[in-house]
């Protein structure tokens, strides 16, 4: 396995921080993810083909521990898993071309954040297209206003818009992305997702020529990216149903 492609597959659950710990399966041909991010802002799987090394479920605590060791090793890599009884208890990860080798502990599955269930998931009314220029747009946006927590999607049954940084105020800063609309309806009330978790998937999907975003006025908002052997979706939780999901 490739250094970059498991740092890919890492990255989009991690979210640059945002996700601490996460259970994984492995099979002879695939790695998956399925997870919850620590604000619980944003649940997604992600999905490696033609990448496994055995068939092992693990969990991965202070995934910020991997990333370091991976960043210890280089190119093509060797990927092998120790157990105890039935329990993986660690990663052992080798570059091929030295055979420098680094060690990573892994925690039991009962300690791990795991993805809840959706249930009952509405109806989207919009669908919006993400491109490359929408990406890079959010991104360096976001950069720009980096002490902003949130954007807005607005719809007036025309036109559809990304802001971020929203607010009633004419005297406040924001950054209105304009977003091609495949489907369309109005929305009553702005809704609110968490921008840094957005901006952090898209981040990590960068490489997407093309994607959708569905959003649906009861707070949800879902997107997927196919790049090359990955699959990735994510569901985002709009900002009251996160207050919700943390009393739970």
């Not at 597959?9 to 993810?33: E, H, I, M």
């Not at 370091?68 to 280089?74: E, Q, T, Y």
């Not at 060797?78 to 080798?101: F, H, P, R, W």
């Amino acid at each position: 396995m490739d250094k970059q492609t498991l740092m890919g597959f890492v990255n989009r659950f991690y979210l640059g921080g945002q996700t601490q710990s996460a259970p994984v399966v492995s099979t002879k041909d695939t790695l998956s993810c399925s997870f919850i991010n620590s604000a619980k802002s944003c649940v997604g799987d992600i999905v490696l083909a033609k990448n496994g090394f055995g068939d092992y479920e693990m969990g991965l605590y202070e995934i910020q521990d991997l990333i370091k060791l991976l960043n210890v090793v280089d190119g093509e890599l060797v990927v092998e898993a120790n157990e105890v009884g039935d329990v993986v208890s660690q990663l052992v990860i080798k570059q091929k071309s030295n055979n420098t080798k680094v060690n990573y502990g892994l925690a039991r599955l009962d300690v791990v954040s795991k993805k809840p269930d959706l249930t009952n998931v509405p109806d989207f009314e919009l669908e919006l297209k993400i491109d490359k220029h929408f990406i890079s747009s959010f991104i360096s946006g976001k950069g720009a206003l980096s002490d902003v927590s949130t954007f807005a999607i607005l719809s007036d049954g025309v036109e559809a818009k990304v802001v971020i940084g929203y607010s009633s105020s004419t005297q406040s800063n924001k950054v209105t992305i304009p977003v091609e609309a495949k489907k369309i309806s109005s929305l009553d009330d702005a809704i609110f997702f968490d921008a840094d978790t957005f901006k952090e998937v898209l981040t990590a999907n960068k490489d997407c020529e093309s994607a959708t975003l569905y959003v649906s006025s009861q707070g949800l908002a879902k997107v997927s990216f196919k790049v090359d052997d990955f699959d990735s979706s994510y569901v985002l939780v709009a900002k009251t149903t996160v207050d919700k999901w943390k009393n739970m």
